[in-house]
């Protein structure tokens, strides 16, 4: 079986042919690979495995979830000469109560001196995490699973950078780029409809479904920009409260769909006050929506702008998730600077150019002026190309 995501894999083995037991969470959204991770890891190890999924159409309890441990237990003990044995649970979250289960369970082998490693995966974070925390502190290590990179999908599939920008990192999608209503239904129903339907509001309390459901579609409409929670209301047009949209925006960030930056502000109370600035996490959730074709798409240099920006957003946000590297965006009295990164004390401005926008920047002078950043970035024309910033990390970015 061909590795992808190889860096995400390389740490997933590694941990788990190591000695010490922890339990490894993969999280990360839908379709982006972690059952197919844990597989190869599977195949890899010189040891007995176990896979089973919660997410099958019968009702899955708790039990269930023992009689899959008691299945790795049986496995471990038959397989001592090599080092016990691996069970792997997908889609974990949609057990009520799992990680008390899991936490009692764990225990246990701890103490029989057991040697069962075990993988749990779940795409939705939030719950995972609040499950890791409720229950599992001190048990597990966490390994983010989030959507494909440019070079991923570059050396996966080929991609150049215009496929990538509009496609997105959905590999799933591959194959039905050829035929774009296809691609687009693919996108909508199979992931966007999923993860609302089935991830969310399956799992979680939400009061307003159909306010949820348009402030995701809200989030798509306006990538990249700065949108207060007022505004966001007058744009939907329901009396929803800005608490709401706030709690509604944090679970679509949690399932890896849309988020909202803070402001930079050099104080963390007044970033939290800040207007969001909305950003898909993957541009085909943003071209998906759209009634454009890749080639349609990128002779509207409106449009295209929003996507190059959504791009380069949620290539910073996606890579700094489980690093120190914090994203933001800045604004003050109509000056603005596209991102910042802020890692430790050390503070990088980055301005995205897309064609739209004039050869002056005011905001990034104005930021530099105000804030003396370590360094500012300017990506796209006359900058770093989009190819070579969208291949490395945040980290990267935030630490030459």
Known sequence: MKVFKRRVYQTLLSRLQEPRRFIQILSGPRQTGKTILSRQAMEDLAISTHYASADEPTLRDRAWIEQQWNIGRLQAREDRKRKGALIVLDEIQKIPGWSGLIKHLWDQDTANKVSLKVVLLGSAPWLIQRGLTESLAGRFELIHV??????EMQKAFGWNIDQFLFYGGYPGGVDLIKDPERWSRYIVDSLVETTISRDILLLTRVDKPALFRRLFQLGCDYSGQ??????????????????????YLELLSGAGMLTGLSKFAGQRVRQRGSSPKLLVLDTALLTASSSYTLVQARKESAFWGRVVESAVGAHLVNSAMGTKVEVFYWRERGKEVD????????????????GLKKESHPGMESFLHLFKPAKALLVGEQGIPLEEFLSAPAAHWASL
């Open 226 to 247: 700065v949108l207060s929670y007022q505004k966001m209301i007058g744009q939907m047009q329901d009396a929803g409260n800005t608490t709401t949209l706030a709690h």
């Open 339 to 354: 991102f910042i990164l802020r890692l430790g004390k050390t503070v990088v401005a980055i301005e995205v150019k897309s």
């Open 146 to 151: 989030t959507h494909w990179s440019f070079s």
